[in-house]
């Protein structure tokens, strides 16, 4: 019988102590997950998979390292102590290395208003696999689409439990099931492709799988018989789909790391305008029913909602303990780690002020440019903001669309893009990252 998180990472913080070791915390993730690929109208592939995963980070002095195993046997897990002990002791001295002291830890850990676990049983996999049938025959029986490359179900359950040498052990639990469908219209070197998705935390919630298929297969077809566009300086909109990645870019501008190592465009950002006035980011890791929310960072700090952004001016950094240190502050609950390296600064869930006008009203507004729907590669200068992109999606001509275009490179400066983003009210509320088309004016597009 497998033993359960709580009781390896307890079993984990007992062998570092016993091994020399001053402070350490232990991590443990465990999951199952069952997978299924159609094609065709038949079984492609079936996966299912079970796996517990351990990390141990142990301290000595201001000297860390970190270990990882998946065997739980207490050979193991004593092995992985005097490795972690042997490396630290050898470790170079990191002055801003440590726990969190037990005032600083969180105190509310019931997960169970965040509402992460379906109680209804897990899936069948024939069940998975009727979803996946369904979304394939829906984007089949679309006009213009030749193949679909794959349309696939996925179910899971994942289990995490931190526990630290300083008195902090809570855990959490989750589930997850996802639908995806991947059209192609044309053939030969005229086939275009596209998808569309679903992911949620209760099967209950999940789109229609025929909605997913035809949604895929109308993205496919309107993308047939796509050129470059011109070249010169247009306006851009970013379809809902790609949105977020602007507001990514932000983000990792804000990152402690970055910060800390001076490696960023918004180094003297805070205080200063980043958005448009009147738009705000806030981060929101208490979200119920979205996979990815937590009480508490990978550190054991609680987390909490904070605006990132407010009213366009940009209000602090991502810290974790480390940077925070570093750079003489304070943690904003922003620890991520996996079982393999120590914390990190990173964020959960974000949402962009949404606008008063729709997609369509901006593509009236723009009256000539582009409407990015996809997007390739990314070339960004840390230090400057520099932006280019490889991108595809629909030229407009007059505010309408006018024929798909692909192979161009959109090229500007990520402070000024940020400053004159004009949003519509398109978001999609259960995501992650609930950002909507935005409007970016006079960037450069290099066509034909």
């Known amino acids: 019988m497998s033993r359960p998180p709580a009781e390896l990472t307890e079993t984990l913080l007992r062998a570092a102590r016993a091994a020399g070791a001053d402070s350490a915390d232990a991590l443990v993730v465990s999951g199952a997950s069952s997978s299924i690929d159609v094609r065709a109208g038949a079984l492609e592939q079936a996966e299912r998979s079970e796996s517990i995963d351990m990390g141990l980070r142990v301290l000595i002095g201001n000297r860390q390292a970190n270990v990882s195993a998946s065997d739980t046997k207490d050979a193991t897990i004593a092995e992985m102590a005097d490795r972690a002990v042997a490396m630290a002791r050898i470790a170079p001295e990191d002055p801003h ?235 904003t609950g922003n620890a991520m780690r996996g079982i393999s390296a120590p914390p990190s600064p990173g964020v959960t869930h974000l949402a962009l002020t949404q606008g008063a006008r729709g997609r369509a009203e901006l593509l009236s507004d723009m009256g000539t440019g582009l409407l990015v729907t996809s997007m390739i590669g990314s070339t960004i200068n840390p230090n400057t903001g520099d932006y280019s992109r490889g991108a595809s999606g629909f030229w407009v001509e007059n505010g309408e669309i006018a024929y798909p275009v692909n192979e161009c490179t959109i090229a500007g400066n990520l402070r000024e893009m940020l400053r004159t983003l004009v949003p519509a009210d398109d978001a999609q509320p259960h995501l992650s990252r609930v950002v909507p088309s935005l409007l970016v004016e006079g960037l450069t597009l290099a066509g034909d």
């Open 97 to 331: 290395a440590g726990l969190a002291a037990p005032d600083q830890l969180a105190t509310d850990l019931d997960a169970t208003p965040l509402d992460l676990v379906d109680a209804k049983p897990e899936p069948d996999p024939a069940i998975l696999q009727s979803w996946a049938e369904a979304a394939e025959a829906a984007a089949l029986s679309t006009d213009g689409v030749t193949q679909v490359q794959s349309s696939s179900a996925t179910h899971g359950s994942r289990s995490v439990h931190l526990a630290t040498s300083t008195g902090f052990s809570a855990g959490y639990d989750s589930t997850g099931v996802s639908l995806s469908c991947v059209a192609i219209s044309g053939s030969g070197t005229g086939m275009e492709r596209d998808y569309d998705f679903d992911s949620r935390t209760h099967v209950a919630d999940l789109r229609d799988p025929a909605d997913i298929g035809r949604r895929a297969a109308e993205r496919a077809v309107a993308r047939h018989g796509a050129r470059r566009p011109a070249t010169g300086s247009y306006p851009v909109i970013f379809d809902e789909r790609v949105a977020s990645s602007l507001i990514g870019h932000l983000v990792q501008a804000i990152n402690g790391t970055a910060v800390a190592r001076g490696a960023t465009w918004l180094l003297d950002g805070i205080g200063q305008q980043v958005l448009p006035a009147g738009l705000s980011l806030i981060e929101d890791p208490h979200r119920a029913r979205v996979q990815g929310s937590r009480l508490f960072d990978a550190e054991g700090l609680p987390t909490r909602r904070r605006a990132i952004v407010e009213n366009g001016v940009l209000t602090g950094w991502t810290l974790d303990l480390a940077t925070a240190r570093k750079l003489g502050m304070d943690s």
